[in-house]
T-cell receptor, first 111, second 114 residues
């Protein structure tokens, strides 16, 4: 499983766009990149997943460069409720493998 | 559709006791994974079950065990509880445990060992 590196914490203000970058230099050909969001005392919540280029859904965008050694989660116009820990995970599509969660990025959105 | 249901939500146990936690996955999901989350160690993988078989196991002592039933519901058991077992225990379900489908986590069981 590829190891990931993310900033430990980030601060932002309401209404701003937030970009969280994750490094995964050892990503394998079959690996997907998945981002989760976790609020205190709750389980992580799936945000977005991608393999290459750009993926967009109703809550976020995921940018993956051609070499796939990093990825950027983009949250448009954050609000106070986006304050949470964000995890970047990399794993292949083989059933039974487990995710290795790093410490994640603690995003604080300020008024 | 109903999400992943974990029971109980909160539990207080005494050192030396044993505890059983329950997880009901999303209907149709056959894979259930268990994680332990503590402030010091973060989220750590315990084990994963698929079709009643344990497919993968993390680095935890044998006091931690689990099982999965034919309806995909899963239980995890911790015997001889230690203070360090105090944590949020999370289960996650997915169709078959393959990462390209993503995982849906429950809200967890907060276990406090006193």
């Amino acid at each position: 499983l590829a190891k990931t590196t993310q900033p430990i914490s980030m601060d932002s203000y309401e209404g701003q766009e937030v970009n969280i970058t994750c490094s995964h230099n050892n990503i394998a050909t079959n690996d997907y990149i998945t981002w989760y969001q976790q609020f205190p005392s709750q389980g992580p919540r799936f945000i977005i997943q991608g393999y290459k280029t750009k993926v967009t859904n109703e809550v976020a965008s995921l940018f993956i460069p051609a070499d796939r050694k990093s990825s950027t989660l983009s949250l448009p116009r954050v609000s106070l409720s986006d304050t949470a820990v964000y995890y970047c995970l990399v794993g292949d599509a083989l059933p039974g493998q487990n995710f290795v969660f790093g410490p994640g990025t603690r995003l604080s959105v300020l008024p | 559709k109903a999400g992943v249901t974990q029971t109980p939500r909160y539990l207080i146990k005494t050192r030396g006791q044993q505890v059983t936690l329950s997880c009901s996955p999303i209907s149709g999901h056959r894979s259930v994974s268990w994680y332990q989350q503590t402030p010091g160690q973060g989220l750590q993988f315990l084990f994963e079950y698929f079709s009643e078989t344990q497919r993968n196991k993390g680095n935890f002592p044998g006091r931690f065990s689990g099982r999965q039933f034919s309806n995909s519901r899963s239980e995890m058991n911790v015997s001889t509880l230690e203070l360090g077992d105090s944590a949020l225990y999370l289960c996650a379900s997915s169709l078959d445990g393959a990462s390209n489908y993503g995982y849906t986590f429950g809200s967890g069981t907060r276990l406090t060992v006193v």
